[in-house]
């Protein structure tokens, strides 16, 4: 039989991978917000989650998100150090509503203990 301690050993666990699964959406979001840099990403997680993320975790996902046309990055020229700001592209929101839509489907499901569909797929 598990302990309390267990458990939330337990939920400890799946909120770091729950979150870090969901890294492109959720920062996304954090862009969202306003005008971001990496490490205002960073900052972000730890204040709000207690997730102490690399850099070297961050900018990569970042990369990726600009690559991909999701987001916009530019360099700040206001001194040491460079950092560069990130906003969100058309493209970049278009993305965020949907995953918007499937994250609130999924909680929908989750909170009504019902599966939307049977263990063979079908509804």
């Known amino acids: 039989m598990k302990n309390k301690a267990s458990d939330e050993e337990d939920l400890s666990w799946i909120n770091e991978r729950f ?66 700001q990130y906003n969100l592209t058309a493209c970049g929101r278009k993305l965020l509503q949907a995953a918007r839509k499937r994250i609130n489907a999924l909680a929908r499901e989750l909170t009504s203990g019902k599966a939307g569909v049977n263990a063979h797929g079908r509804a």
């Open 19 to 84: 979150l870090k699964s969901l890294a492109k959406v959720h920062y996304l979001c954090v862009i969202e917000r306003g005008g971001s840099t990496g490490y205002d990403i960073l900052q972000y997680m730890r204040s709000h989650y207690r997730l102490k993320l690399s850099a070297a975790a961050v900018y990569p996902v970042l990369q990726s998100l600009e690559e991909g046309g999701y987001i916009m990055g530019v360099w700040l020229d206001d001194g040491y150090p460079k950092r560069k």
